[in-house]
């Protein structure tokens, strides 16, 4: 009787773990989309997610615009910036994603961008916090003291698969 208890308890734990596969693979694909930056402008972002040993992980790209005045006489551009990173802290459910991108900024501060979202087949709707953390003990003044002070911003986030 035992032998048989073992043998289903095996049963049960290998479906489970054909089904987590199963579903992290529903989100495995590029995913493309667009949000506002700080100046209004919009920043263009892809997320490609990969199952790597039976888990999800992925990369994130986008093209951040440029802040529009440093400060010149008339408006100064600076160059787009770059964000390529690999994504952390990745969990799905079914059909629920959560992930963050950590950027690291001047004057040791850190950006953490969490995402989370309702997973279809071609589309992830939800939400993003963006968090800024000091991390040393120096002060800070100006607008990166004051965009910490205001503390986390949610937004929603609308991705669209464009490849599987």
């Known amino acids: 009787m035992s032998s048989i208890r073992i043998m289903l308890a095996a049963l049960f734990v290998s479906s ?4 987590t596969s199963y579903g992290a693979a529903a ?3 590029t995913w493309s989309w667009s949000e ?4 209004n402008d919009m920043a263009d972002f892809s997320l490609v ?3 790597q040993e ?3 992980a992925g990369r994130i790209r986008g093209e951040l615009p440029p802040p529009d005045d ?3 006489s008339g408006p100064v551009r600076a160059a787009t910036k770059i964000l390529d990173a690999n994504i952390t802290n990745i969990s799905f459910d079914n059909t629920t994603i959560s992930f963050d991108v950590i950027q690291e900024l001047p004057e ?3 950006l953490v961008t969490s995402y989370q979202g309702k997973v279809d087949a071609k589309t992830i709707k939800g939400t993003f916090t963006k ?4 991390t040393t003990d120096d002060k800070l003044s100006g607008a990166m003291a004051h965009a910490i002070a205001a503390g986390p911003t949610t937004a929603k986030w609308s991705a669209k698969r464009i490849k599987t």
Request: contains cysteine; proline residues 0%.
């Open 70 to 72: 440093f400060g010149g």
């Open 36 to 39: 506002v930056a700080t100046n």
């Open 27 to 29: 989100a495995v694909g």
């Open 16 to 19: 489970c773990l054909t089904v």
């Open 131 to 134: 968090t800024l953390k000091h």
């Open 108 to 110: 040791h501060v850190r």
């Open 49 to 51: 997610l990969k199952e």
């Open 54 to 56: 039976g888990k999800l």
